[in-house]
């Protein structure tokens, strides 16, 4: 696989905002204004009702060192941070945020426990989904033949997306589902492709190579298979 873009890398603390702020020593505004300050968000929040944190509390376009933030969002179980770069840059800007909010305004930090990931990629690659199983290979294949027949047309159907999922029932705060479909508006002929996970960013992109040379495994094997 050949990566085209990072479209996400999110990485997300679980810890009560309350807790950095036990006491209720610092005011909330002036929060706002240094955070605002030391990354120079475009948007954050102004109005009352914009410091909702069951809605969530957002900061969005800013930027620290060479990092692009497109979003900080503080919700009343934990903080998010959204950049393009990797999960694991996000997750380090949250931690520095919290270190340096603990240090200048009068914050009580400690390390986070439970942390929370979301990758969303694009990239080019020579798999083909519908020989992961000869099932759906064979599905495929008889719902080209029907079409084909009726339309006189000929139209070649494959498996463009798949996706695995846990029981959203079991969780109270959703993770996302792992994901790859064809890239949308993108002829087939482009062999690009769109992956979604609840996984670090350099994990997410070693599965879907494990992912490639395993299809890649089993329809060298059908091939030898069908000679």
Do not use: C
Request: charged content about 25%.
């Amino acid at each position: 696989m050949k990566l085209s873009a990072i479209h996400l890398a999110r990485a997300m603390a679980f810890v009560e905002p309350i807790d950095l702020n036990p006491v209720g020593k610092a005011f909330y505004p002036d929060l706002v204004k240094a955070l605002v300050l030391r990354y120079g968000f475009l948007k954050f929040p102004q109005k009352p009702e914009e410091f909702d944190e069951v809605k969530g509390v957002v900061f969005s376009t800013g930027k620290f060192e060479e990092t692009t933030i497109e979003q900080l969002t503080i919700y009343t179980y934990g903080f998010l941070v959204d950049t393009r770069v990797s999960t694991q840059e996000s997750k380090r800007l949250l931690e520095e945020a919290m270190e340096w909010a603990s240090k200048s305004l009068g914050l009580t930090y400690n390390a986070v426990r439970r942390w929370q990931y979301a990758s969303q990629v694009t990239f080019y690659s020579e798999i083909d989904l519908t020989s992961v199983h000869p099932a759906m290979q064979r599905l495929a294949d008889n719902v080209s033949k029907i079409v084909t027949e009726n339309t006189r047309e000929n139209l070649k159907y494959e498996l463009t997306a798949f996706a695995i999922d846990y029981d959203s029932l079991s969780r109270k705060h959703p993770m996302g589902r792992f994901s790859i479909q064809r890239r949308e508006n993108t002829p087939f002929s482009e062999h690009k492709y769109f992956s979604d996970a609840p996984l670090p960013t350099d994990e997410h992109i070693k599965l879907i190579g494990q992912f490639e040379e395993d299809i890649s495994k089993g329809r060298d094997v059908s091939l030898h298979a069908k000679r």
